[in-house]
């Protein structure tokens, strides 16, 4: 491979690295040195961001088990977990109804699903805004999405 063909790799952060050790030094033997594993690092990452690959190389190390680790530390990660533990104390009917309102339904349409009052379904939903500490509908969804973004299923 030649000195540019590195440039045809596709990774934006190898292509600008050795765009400034170009332009620093214009030195193929720092290239290969120095670029290369950290491409071959890149790749290794984007392989298996969560494997604990090891690159050796510390920082790229270091950025893997961060990434491995993220889930754990990541404070929508721990948001979306207290939203689901709170979800665990919902009673039957509040989960029916929170239910529907994650399929996006109005309380008149889950009234008219569940055989109930729009009055009862009106508790209910205060009930589960307060179990959930959120204000509104718009809210219940924004947390739904975000649960199956994140590939969490609402137990």
């Not at 029916?96 to 569940?114: C, D, P, Q, R, S």
């Not at 055989?115 to 508790?123: G, R």
């Not at 589960?128 to 299923?153: H, P, Q, R, W």
Request: hydrophobic share 40%; aromatic share 10%.
């Amino acid at each position: 491979m030649g000195l540019f063909g590195f440039f045809n790799l596709g990774c934006l952060y190898t292509q600008v690295l050795i765009r400034y050790v170009i332009s620093y030094n214009n030195c193929y033997t720092i290239i290969v040195a120095y670029i290369k594993p950290i491409h071959n690092a890149i790749n290794i990452i984007k392989q298996n961001p969560s494997t604990g690959t090891k690159t050796n190389i510390p920082e790229f190390d270091d950025l893997i088990e961060c990434i491995s680790t993220k889930e754990e530390t990541d404070p929508d990660s721990l948001i979306l977990n207290e939203f689901l533990s709170n979800l665990r104390t919902l009673s039957p009917s509040e989960r029916a109804v929170f239910n529907l309102y994650a399929e996006n339904n109005t309380a008149k349409e889950i009234a008219e699903k569940l055989f109930l009052s729009i009055n009862t379904i009106k508790t209910h939903t205060k009930h589960i805004y307060a179990k959930l500490n959120i204000k509104s509908k718009d809210e219940l969804l924004l947390y739904v999405e975000m649960l199956k973004e994140s590939g969490k299923k609402i137990i």
